[in-house]
């Protein structure tokens, strides 16, 4: 059994699918929800369902690595970055290379990059005018965006979708597929009917 830690900043619809679908998983379980904004309503999320929490600042995060104690306080053997949007500084990259990884809203290495998140990567999907678009779950390294990419989904975007429109298409691309490719990179060897 691995302990999952999700790091999320924001509403935390896919840490919420992410912990939900290892609730009863006989390969992971989601044991700590790392967030940098003291009110966001992904803490709730992870408060509701007994998940430890920790709050973190800039300080905590670049000018200190107590964060890695706190992980390994839960055991925590591997990563998921769900809409945490600050660069992970190289002692947390080295300390869990290759098992962290970050999903991201777009097809890169289009649409990547410091300040493309959220709905800003819609809209300038939008308004370069693409005709599909997608999710990327990539390995995480020390620059925004770049890591090995381990898996990508596809949706079709119609000339009348407004940014809105391929933004719901995309998270439904993202709850289908975070939880499940996180349990093939965790337990490569695990049967898909031996999980809830
Ligand atoms: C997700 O769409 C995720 O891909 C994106 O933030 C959203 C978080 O949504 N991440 C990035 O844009 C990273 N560059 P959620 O809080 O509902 O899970």
Redesign the pocket.
């Known amino acids: 059994m691995t302990n999952l830690a999700v790091f ?8 919420r699918r992410i912990a939900d679908f290892f609730a009863h998983s006989d390969c992971a379980r989601v044991r700590l929800l790392v967030c940098n904004k003291p009110d966001a309503p ?1 803490l709730d999320m992870a408060r509701e369902r007994g998940i430890p929490t920790q709050v973190i600042d800039r300080a905590y995060f670049y000018e200190s690595e107590q964060l890695l104690s706190v992980l390994a306080e839960h055991d925590i053997g591997f990563i998921a ?5 600050w660069l992970i500084p190289p002692y947390l990259v080295q300390a869990y290379w290759r098992r962290m990884v ?4 777009a097809l890169l290495p289009a649409y ?1 990059g410091k300040g ?3 709905m800003r ?1 819609h809209e300038a999907v939008k308004a370069a005018g693409e005709r599909e678009t997608g ?1 990327t779950i990539h390995y995480v390294n020390e620059r ?2 770049e890591g090995d990419i381990v898996f990508q989904a596809r949706c079709s975007i119609a000339p009348d979708d407004t940014s809105a429109d391929i933004a719901r298409k ?2 439904a691309l ?1 709850h289908e597929h975070f939880p499940r490719v996180l349990e093939r990179l965790i337990c490569p060897t695990l049967d898909d009917n031996t999980t809830a």
């Open positions: 999320a900043s924001g509403t935390g619809s896919n840490a992904v970055l769900a809409g945490f949007l970050n999903i991201h809203p990547g493309m998140y959220g990567v999710i925004y965006d995309v998270q993202e």
